[in-house]
Each structure stands twice: as structure tokens, then as C-alpha cells.
């Protein structure tokens, strides 16, 4: 069966949850929320391994929200960020509001006073960041004795973040008489080892194979200096004219860059640690509302963005781990739509580019770097290059440097070369 033949008939639903979904016009299940919804709606610990931007979110809150409707318990989801835990808290109020179902939210970066007062008002779910929550257990404002559903959303992001302390603490107060939904983009021994311990005979539900990318999201990227890279952004920003997403590895260097941006002419705002809760909401609504062109973001809210439309990714720093490249450009062709991506490489990256390509299993092609950006770094002197990386004849003004040897070009929008090299 194609997806657009999914239906969510026939997932075991309530005819409740069902007229709102049609209601806000979701008739179509993605392929992780087809599969898993079955499953958890029968009370079965789940895994779910998907890219992101799949809907993962309504995979697991559908089950819960159906469960929490008809018994007692409260539900609890656990996420690495506060852009994540509000994202999902939209979600789940969208679909459970209707049916009397209430949610709290407990990040950092907000007062602890409101969300006692919303601890008080007895929601069903709690969304959580792991450190925030501990907080609350500490202070006694929250115990977790009736939690009946557990939800690790983003879980490999959590462990990526240093959390497993915090989440270790956590599940040892929860019931061992519950429900346990992991849910990720990729898998890792230390996730594995997680669900070996704190979950019962898991279903595993992989959509992908991990480091699988959007297949409309198309890739390539710049050969260049660092000093070159803001001049470079600003053409490309002239070629692509739609909401833009830009990524740098420091906040110091989002700071940067999107007041650069402003200088020239750009409506940016920017998202990162150094950014209060209430700055950080300011900056994704008005990047949803289309206030701001570009919104410039640190790998905090890599997985915490969800907004339609995006039309293009830049990676002006690449990520620190590998595996963040594939959540970066997650952001845009979501729901069905195309995006594209650019990433910026300086001649020293070569072997990030050929992990990035080694995860995805795609080659990404290299455009040529335009001649009249400043501060162009010089090509590597030649006795420096691998074999695969030497321009031979032709001169550094007449093409862009091939790390496929003798493979030839690789497949892509812009026919380019790829960093890899066999």
C-alpha cells in the first residue's frame, strides 16, 4: 500500500479522537504513525526509529491521549529542549483539548510558579525537559506514582545532550507497571540499553535506515573559507527568497550572523542558549508568521522547530556530531513538500563531508564557490592534497576541486563532485 492509500481507519481509534483529526483536516497517517499507532493503542512498548519530521509526535499521542480518555493515569513525555516541549504540547492540546485532556509543561528558562499552578489543575500529561523535571521532584511540587505512560521523545538527542544522569533519576520513580514509548531518529547501544532495562518485550518500528534523509529535500554544498561565509550566505540568500533556516555550531556565531543579516537588510532573528524562553518563542512565531525571513538557530532547536514551508536549510557551520546534519535539514520538505540545503565546508572539513556522506549514503554534489565573494581561502598547495582532491590541469578558475577520483560527477541538482572518496 502507498502512503497516500493510509487511512486512519482501522487503527483501532476512537470514533472520538477520529472526528477531530478529521476535523483539522488530518486524514492521512505518515507511515510511523501508521504503524505505530496500532500497536500502542494496544498497550505495547514501543520503539520507533523514523527521520525527523515524520510525525512522531501524533504516533505517540494519539495511543496516549486515547488511553488517558479512558482510565486513570497520567501520561508523561519526556524531551531534550524547551522549542521540542512546546511544540509537542501544541500537538497533544490540539487533539486531546476537545476530549477534556490537559497538559503541563515543565522546562527551564520559565518560572517554576506557573507551572506549579498548572501541577495543581491535575493535567493528564506532563511534557517535560529532563532537568526541569528533576527540579520539581526535588521541591516535591510533582511525583510521578501514577504516571501509566511514559513517552522518551527525541531520546538519542537526550543521551546526545548529557541527560542520561537526569533520565536514569527519572525512571526509577515512574511505576514499572506502565507503558514505555522511545521514539528517535537514530539508534545507539546506550538507547538500546535503555530499552533492555525499562521496557517490556518493545515492538520495533523502523521506518528508515538511520541517517536517511527527506527524499525531496535536495543537498550540496560550498567549498569555503571562513572568512568568506557571510558573503556567501548573502547570495545565496539573494537566489533563494523564501523562509530560510540557518545553522551554526556556537551561539556567539548565531549572534553574528543574524545581525549581520539585519545590517544588510534581512529580517533575522536568532535562537540559542544565550536567548531567554520568552526571546526564543518571540523569534519561532514570528519566523511562523513570517515576521522574520531568516531565523538563525544553534542545534538546541534542531529538533524543536516545526514549521511548515521552509524553504531552505543552510549548515553555515557543520554540525558538531554527524548525526545532527540529518535533523538540520529535516526542518525543511516536511509533509510532503520540497526544500533544499546548502551547507558551507572549509578545505579542512573533508572529513566531515565524507561522514555526512557515509551516514546518508548519498553523495552531495559541490557547487562552485562564486569568485567575487572577499577573503576566498587559496586552494591547498598541491603536494598537500590527497590524490582524489588535486584539480590537475584545469586551474582553480575553471572548476571546483573532485574527491570522487575518477568516479566522475555525482548525482545532484548541481551536478557537483562529492567529498567521498573510494
Do not use: W
Not at 200 to 225: C, D, K, R
Not at 281 to 303: C, M, Q, S
Not at 314 to 327: E, G, I, K, S
Not at 386 to 408: D, I, Q
Amino acid at each position: 500500500m502507498n502512503q497516500s492509500e493510509f487511512t486512519f481507519d482501522g487503527l483501532g481509534i476512537a470514533p472520538a479522537i477520529r472526528d477531530v483529526l478529521a476535523r483539522l483536516k488530518y486524514t492521512t497517517p505518515t507511515p510511523i504513525q501508521h504503524q505505530s499507532i496500532p500497536m500502542a493503542i494496544e498497550g505495547k512498548d514501543v520503539i520507533g526509529v523514523a527521520q525527523t519530521g515524520t510525525g512522531k509526535t501524533l504516533a505517540f499521542g494519539i495511543p496516549m491521549i486515547q488511553r488517558l480518555a479512558q482510565a486513570e493515569g497520567r501520561g508523561l513525555v519526556l524531551v531534550p529542549t524547551r522549542e521540542l516541549a512546546l511544540q509537542v504540547d501544541e500537538t497533544l492540546r490540539k487533539i486531546g483539548g476537545p476530549l477534556g485532556i490537559k497538559t503541563a509543561v515543565l522546562i527551564g528558562g520559565a518560572p517554576m510558579n506557573p507551572q506549579i499552578r498548572s501541577l495543581h489543575a491535575n493535567p493528564n500529561i506532563v511534557i517535560a525537559t529532563p532537568g526541569r523535571l528533576i527540579d520539581h521532584l526535588e521541591q516535591g511540587t510533582i511525583r510521578l506514582t501514577h504516571v501509566a505512560v511514559l513517552v522518551l521523545d527525541e531520546a538519542d538527542r537526550m543521551l546526545d545532550m548529557g541527560f542520561l544522569p537526569q533520565m536514569k533519576k527519572i525512571l526509577v520513580t515512574i511505576p514499572k507497571e506502565r507503558q514505555t514509548m522511545l521514539f528517535s531518529a537514530t539508534l545507539s547501544r546506550e538507547i538500546m540499553a535503555i530499552a533492555g532495562t525499562h521496557m517490556t518485550v518493545p515492538t520495533s518500528i523502523e521506518i528508515a535506515p538511520q541517517g536517511t534523509t527527506a527524499e525531496l529535500v535536495t543537498q550540496e554544498i560550498f567549498i569555503v573559507s571562513k572568512a568568506s561565509k557571510a558573503a556567501l550566505l548573502e547570495k545565496v540568500l539573494t537566489e533563494y527568497r523564501g523562509p530560510t533556516l540557518v545553522f551554526t555550531r556556537m551561539k556567539h556565531s548565531a549572534k553574528r550572523v543574524a545581525a549581520r543579516l539585519r545590517d544588510v537588510g534581512h529580517t533575522a532573528a536568532e535562537i540559542h542558549s544565550n536567548r531567554s524562553l520568552g526571546q526564543r518563542k518571540e523569534a519561532l512565531e514570528g519566523f511562523k508568521r513570517g515576521k522574520y525571513r531568516v531565523l538563525v538557530a544553534t542545534d538546541i532547536a534542531a529538533r524543536g522547530i516545526d514549521v511548515s514551508n521552509i524553504e531552505l536549510v543552510v549548515n553555515y557551520d557543520l554540525p558538531m556530531q554527524t548525526a545532527d546534519y540529518v535533523h538540520r535539514i529535516g526542518r525543511t520538505g516536511r509533509a510532503g513538500a520540497k526544500g533544499h540545503a546548502i551547507s558551507f565546508a572549509m578545505p579542512t572539513e573533508r572529513r566531515e563531508i565524507r561522514d555526512i556522506e557515509n551516514l546518508t549514503k548519498k553523495a552531495l554534489p559541490v557547487r562552485p564557490t562564486p569568485t567575487d565573494l572577499p577573503y576566498i581561502a587559496p586552494a591547498p598547495y598541491e603536494e598537500d592534497r590527497p590524490r582524489s582532491f588535486r584539480g590537475g590541469s584545469r586551474g582553480p578558475s575553471r572548476g571546483r576541486p573532485s574527491f570522487t577520483g575518477s568516479r566522475g560527477p555525482a548525482r545532484g541538482r548541481s551536478g557537483g563532485s562529492s567529498f567521498r572518496r573510494r
